[in-house]
Structures are given as structure tokens and as C-alpha cells.
């Protein structure tokens, strides 16, 4: 597959042009990492992400590629591996960092949420994250989820984020957040 | 803006979709209203939860993927290896063709002991400094293919066959179903370290058919990405010979004691050109012999 290729079916969603990249680019990735001091697990770690990173990047609206993919990833990886390397050191130097010292509320929040996430129908979960992870238009949605058009995607969409904050909130008032 | 708190607003808001005005309207209001800061607050709290959902998501999905070739550190150091030494592990592979269909066992093949050896040698940085004739001679990476054909097939003409490559695979139906084989050869290839060097083609991956001829004359050409070779391929053994140097990757083959190259471009039907440069002999000889 070209780098063109892969950027048109990532446009789209389609993860397996995600499956391809990751191949192809594996061993490289893997090697730069374990090189800089890596252990092969968090080269593993940290090229998914990067891969993640680029997947996220090229179905951003004002994505254009100007150099190769694998370039590109490349660096995407280099740069998330020295943040790596500078939390690490940061770890083993400080003893407690005072904005990591953890909203206990918060956390309750977001136990809550992943939970109602995990409860809701797979359309309505793919919809939704389609949409705000992946940045798909309601066009791509339509079409990957097998709908008729845009505006159903939309409406759907509508409707899922709905009952997701409605029962969110439900749950919130049950343990008393919103005062 | 006529209602500030309506999901619409806040969404566009939390996903950047509003415009530098409407977004500094939007936040001089935001400011002075706490219960649209609880509304975002929230809204940003499931938006991320969902993000994080899709994340690990595809993460898994990564992870699941296999990526072949074993101990993949071993490969990366087997790939980054440069020199002769990787002509041992991946060459003598015996198979017999008969209509497709029974391949048998190969022979020989690479343990992950030759590969940490192999892996030793060099680093990428002196091949790159090498010349052409010189990367010839001692190519990064190097595939000896070996076929024997068992009987001569009359009345077939085309019997195809994959280049093997790396690990033995067992005793198969078809070639169809080599794709382990050959995700094996792109890690190698994707792993030289250099990045330029990912896209290089994968000749390795070339499909071999054979046609027999009526005339004497060995022929060959490249189409759709089979490499058609046209002779009496079918009753006397043949090798394929792969060099790959940084730069590119050269085709060989080995056939009644001779060697011909195997131009890449080769679109038309050509004759096979026997090799004279006496370097080069070499170097296939070595490779053969390993």
C-alpha cells in the first residue's frame, strides 16, 4: 500500500490500514526505542501510541503529509519516547508531585462514566467515538456504520451522546456530585 | 448565540470547532456563569472518557496484532545486521514444485542462535559508507532459494512458486497460503534501520511462474508482479538468488551453472544475460555455497 493509500482508508476509519502501518513499521520503531534505553515492552507501548498519534493526526481536517509516513511516524515516535525518558527521570527524582496528588471525586467522576460507556450499545459507543476520538464526519460515520446518510448519522449521534449524559448524570446525582 | 448552554454550543466548544470569534464570546460568557463552567466541566469529563475508550480500544487492537518473525528483538538485530553472515541462516531451502500443490519440508533453516551471531557483525553506518560495486560484495541481507524439481511436468506450464523466506513452514497445500512467509520478508525489509530503505520493493515477495518454451533460449520478464521465466525450468534445478544492499535489491538466478541477472525493470520478455563480472561471480558463488 502507498503512503497515499493508507492516508485515504485512514481518512475514512478504516483500521486496517492502521493493521498495515503497524506492521510495516514495527521492527524500525521497536529498534529506535530499545536503542535509547527501551525495554522491548515500552517500545511496544510507545509506537502504539505514536501510531494512535498519527491516526488521530490524518483524520484531522487540516492534515497533509510532507514528508513519508514512516518519516513522519518516526518522529512522532522519537518525540513521545523522550517524553517518556524525561517522566521517568522526573519519577526517580521528585518524591510527590503536587498535581498528581489525585481528586479523589474526579476519579469517582470518571469510574462512572466508564462505566455508563461500557454499558451502552455498540452502535451508540461506535458512533460516539467515531466521532470525538476519531474525528470522522458524519458521512464517513454513516457510511462505516452502514446508515443511510449524514443526517441519520447525526441524528443518532444526537441521541446516543444524550442518553450517555443523561444516565451519567443520574448516576452522578445517586452519589451525590452535583450538590 | 442565543443559548449559551445548548449541547451544541458546548460541543462545538470542547471540540474546537468554533471560530476565534464565537470561541472568545463564548469563553468572556463562560466566565462569569459557573453553571455553564459545570456544563463544559462535564461534557469535557465524558468527551474524554470516550476518547480514552476509543484509545485503549485501538490499542488492544494493536496489540493483538502478531507481528511475526518470533522473538521480534532477535529479528531487529538480525535486520540491522549487515554482511555475509546472513546468507547462512536464510539460504538452502529445498522444495519440490509439483502443480502447486506439494510443497515438501525444507532442510535447513535459521535458529535464533545463527541470528544473535549473525547480528554481531556490523553496524548499518559502514555499509552505508560503501560504494556500489563494493555493496555488492557484501550485501546486507542475502536469500538463497533453491528449488528442485522433482520430475519434469509435461503438461503443465505454469507452476508457480513463492521465494521462501526465513522460517520453515510446513508441508503446505498451496502456495496460497505463504502470507506468513511473507510478512516475515517485510519485517526484514521495514527493519534496515535506515528509514529510507521501508519502501524499497519487495522483490522477495515476487511470484515465480514458469512457462515452458519451445525455443532453446532462456527468457524472463517481470508482470504483475510475477516473474515469469521462460525455459526448461521444470526438469533442472534453479536458484534464485537475492542480494539486497542498502540501496536496493538485485535478483539473481543460478541455472545450469551460470548466473544471469534479473533485471528489475524488466517489463518485456528479455534474454536471460549471462553475468561476466568476475566480482560478482563471486559473490553469488559465495552466496549459493553458504
Given at each position: 500500500m502507498k503512503d497515499s493509500e493508507i492516508i485515504e482508508k485512514i481518512k475514512k476509519g478504516d483500521e486496517t490500514a492502521l493493521d498495515f502501518l503497524y506492521k510495516k513499521n514495527y521492527k524500525m520503531m521497536v529498534k529506535m526505542i530499545v536503542k535509547?534505553?527501551?525495554?522491548?515492552?515500552?517500545?511496544?507501548?510507545?509506537y502504539q501510541d505514536a501510531l494512535i498519534v498519527i491516526w488521530q493526526k490524518i483524520q484531522g481536517h487540516d492534515f497533509t503529509l510532507t514528508s513519508k509516513l514512516s518519516t513522519f511516524l518516526y518522529s512522532i515516535c522519537q518525540n513521545l519516547w523522550r517524553k517518556e525518558l524525561e517522566r521517568k527521570a522526573r519519577h526517580s527524582n521528585e518524591e510527590v508531585n503536587k498535581s498528581e496528588i489525585f481528586d479523589i471525586d474526579k476519579k469517582e467522576r470518571i469510574e462512572i462514566i466508564n462505566k455508563c460507556i461500557d454499558d451502552m450499545g455498540d452502535t451508540c459507543r461506535k458512533i460516539l467515538t467515531y466521532y470525538y476520538f476519531d474525528n470522522l464526519s458524519m458521512n464517513d460515520i454513516a457510511e462505516k456504520m452502514g446508515f443511510a446518510n449524514a443526517d441519520t448519522a447525526k441524528t443518532k449521534k444526537y441521541k446516543c451522546k444524550q442518553e450517555l449524559d443523561k444516565k451519567i448524570k443520574s448516576l452522578y446525582t445517586a452519589s451525590d456530585f452535583l450538590d | 448565540m442565543e443559548n449559551l448552554n445548548s449541547l451544541n454550543n458546548i460541543e462545538s466548544y470542547l471540540t474546537n470547532k468554533m471560530s476565534a470569534a464565537e470561541r472568545k464570546f463564548f469563553e468572556a460568557q463562560l466566565a462569569k456563569d459557573p453553571l455553564l463552567q459545570n456544563e463544559i466541566n462535564f461534557h469535557k469529563d465524558v468527551i474524554e472518557g470516550l476518547q480514552d475508550y476509543r484509545k485503549k480500544e485501538l490499542k488492544e487492537r494493536l496489540n493483538n496484532i502478531e507481528v511475526k518473525g518470533g522473538n521480534s528483538y532477535t529479528g531487529i538485530?538480525?535486520?540491522?545486521?549487515?554482511?555475509?553472515?546472513?546468507?547462512?541462516?536464510?539460504?538452502?531451502?529445498?522444495?519440490?514444485?509439483?502443480?502447486?500443490?506439494?510443497?515438501?519440508?525444507?532442510?535447513?533453516?535459521?535458529?535464533?542462535?545463527?541470528?544473535?551471531?549473525?547480528?554481531?557483525?556490523?553496524?548499518?553506518?559502514?555499509?552505508?559508507?560503501?560504494?556500489?560495486?563494493?555493496?555488492?560484495?557484501?550485501?546486507?541481507e542475502t536469500k538463497v532459494i533453491r528449488k528442485e524439481v522433482a520430475k519434469p511436468q509435461k503438461e503443465t506450464s505454469n507452476v508457480s512458486a513463492h521465494i521462501p523466506i526465513f522460517n520453515a513452514p510446513d508441508v503446505k497445500e498451496h502456495f496460497a497460503e505463504d502470507d506468513e512467509q511473507i510478512s516475515h520478508e517485510e519485517i526484514i525489509e521495514a527493519s534496515q534501520g535506515n528509514i529510507t530503505k521501508a519502501e524499497t520493493p519487495k522483490l522477495s515477495s515476487v511470484e515465480i511462474k514458469i512457462e515452458e518454451s519451445k525455443s532453446n533460449q532462456l527468457q524472463y520478464q517481470h508482470y504483475n508482479n510475477k516473474l515469469f521465466l521462460y525455459g526448461d525450468f521444470n526438469s533442472k534445478p534453479y536458484e534464485i538468488l537475492e542480494l539486497n544492499s542498502h540501496k536496493e535489491s538485485k535478483l539473481y538466478i543460478y541455472f545450469e551453472e551460470k548466473y544471469f541477472a534479473l533485471k528489475p525493470n524488466q517489463i518485456k520478455i528479455a534474454n536471460l544475460e549471462e553475468i561476466k563480472n568476475a566480482k560478482l561471480i563471486e559473490s553469488l558463488k559465495m552466496l549459493r555455497d553458504k
Open positions: 535509547n534505553n527501551g525495554s522491548e515492552d515500552e517500545a511496544k507501548d510507545v | 538485530k538480525v535486520a540491522a545486521s549487515v554482511a555475509l553472515a546472513t546468507l547462512i541462516g536464510l539460504s538452502s531451502y529445498y522444495f519440490t514444485v509439483i502443480y502447486n500443490k506439494e510443497v515438501a519440508s525444507p532442510q535447513s533453516y535459521i535458529t535464533p542462535e545463527t541470528k544473535k551471531e549473525v547480528s554481531q557483525e556490523k553496524s548499518s553506518n559502514s555499509l552505508n559508507s560503501l560504494n556500489e560495486t563494493n555493496s555488492i560484495l557484501t550485501p546486507s
